[in-house]
């Protein structure tokens, strides 16, 4: 089985996760600046095919970057968390 940090790290899965939770839209230079990550692209298609995030993506002019985000109203509750980041549903959870 192939360790999940060879394609992004735990830290950057986390990250990632909370930072969409905390209703923030991110993009790849996001991600470079906080985090040093350079694989948010794999962790969003993750997110999306097998853990059913419902995150959204918009391009912004002039270069056309991708934000992430999550609507506000998703149901934080239902999602599927990946391993790294299974503390932001139990906090979720707890409240």
């Keep these: 089985m192939i360790d999940d940090q060879f ?7 986390f990250w990632t996760c909370k930072a969409l939770l905390d209703g923030r839209a ?13 694989r948010l692209g794999a962790i969003i298609h993750r997110l999306k095919s097998e853990y059913a995030w ?7 002019k002039p270069d056309n970057v991708a934000f992430y985000s999550l609507n506000a109203d ?15 549903g139990a906090v979720e959870g707890a409240q």
């Excluded at 394609?7 to 899965?13: E, L, W």
């Excluded at 991110?26 to 350079?38: L, N, Y």
């Excluded at 998703?74 to 932001?88: E, F, H, M, N, Q």
């Design 7 to 13: 394609y992004s790290g735990k830290t950057q899965v």
């Design 26 to 38: 991110i993009s790849h230079q996001t991600e470079i600046r906080e985090v040093r990550g350079w």
């Design 54 to 60: 419902p995150i959204q993506t918009s391009y912004r």
């Design 74 to 88: 998703v149901d934080r509750k239902a999602l599927r968390y990946p391993p790294s980041a299974k503390a932001l």
